[in-house]
């Protein structure tokens, strides 16, 4: 392989203290990647060799070996790997490498891949629920710290989901389906319709009434509506849910609620809130609303856990239209994952060419909903896999 294009890489005392002395007075962030998690932090201070950063968010986890820093200078983006040291719980000491890469970025000439090359993609999710950061909750501060781990402890935020809806819920269960399950007829209608299911009042909630009207939340009446569009007789959609009804007050269940776990667009659980008639108190829907909230930063912790997976499949079954050594652009059809690949998502690719496989981290930088394709740009790739798309580029 030949030598790496000098504009690709900064190796000059120079240049770094150009950038550093720049990003320090600026403050602009670099971003620190810990154990797959990434967080921002500002140059306090800086050296030839070292750079002090101060966090945003204290970071959680040891530092152990190489991490990943990467950062925006001049609309370039710049990266590198190097050891690290923990200084105090917001203050990290990074050793300023030899080399720094950067991708020039709209420097790039494409190559048309349709047909030709193949991809499949991790999505690394993180928390988009900041508010629990800073919530007058002790509980939601700790269930935000603990999701963002790489592997967090889900025992320590099902225990305080189960503390933050004890205010309104006696009872609190978790359920995850699993392939060819028997289903209740409640789970079926979480299941299929992918919306909260609560019953209010099993002693006067009505059948031809929708007694509340958020698109999220089915009611008994909406179930009604749901279940004669979809082809059900109106007598036979009658006769299950009042059978539905009596069995609740055969059971003394007062009042219940099933808030789906959303996965990949379809619910992959649940989680079931349960009054009984002794306790004779109402789920409202505000607070039905809410727990989806946390069942939503649930979902995250089980990805990360790795009890589910957010990828595009066991396969390389995403096609890459064109790539150049900046970014490619790749079309996806599979709705049940679209919905996280959004503005700005970060994306682990594996992509597969005839005669070799190549991995690259890069970010959504544009969305084409109408026709699946999506547009990525890279942010860490490998010198010599630059050299090799760069070289399918000059043969067309």
Known sequence: MGEIPKKMVVTSFIEKNLIFQNLMKLKEPLNII????????YIERYD?????????????GDIEGIIRTNFIFHNNYHYFSTTAQQLDDNRILLVIPEQINKNILRKYERVYMLGKVFMKMKIMIQSEKYDFETSSLLDERVIFREVKKPRPAVDKILNGIKNLVSEFSQNFQLKVFKPGQKLSYEEKLVKDTKKIFLIYDSYEDSIKEKRFYEEEILTVGSAYDYLTSRGDSQKAAEGKLLDLLQQKRDRRIFSECYIPLMLEGEAAGYIRLLNDVDYHRSIKPAFALKTAGYASILVEALVK????RLDSGKDFEIPVINISAGGLLFKLEESGLKQYVIFK???QMSIRFPDRQIEIRGIVYRVEDEISEYGVKFQEINEEDIQYIEGLVKKG
């Open 48 to 60: 030839s060799n070292t750079l002090t950063l101060e966090m945003i968010s204290p970071y959680i």
């Open 305 to 308: 856990y790795d009890y589910f």
């Open 345 to 347: 998502t970060v994306l």
């Open 34 to 41: 810990i154990n797959e998690i990434e967080y921002k932090g």
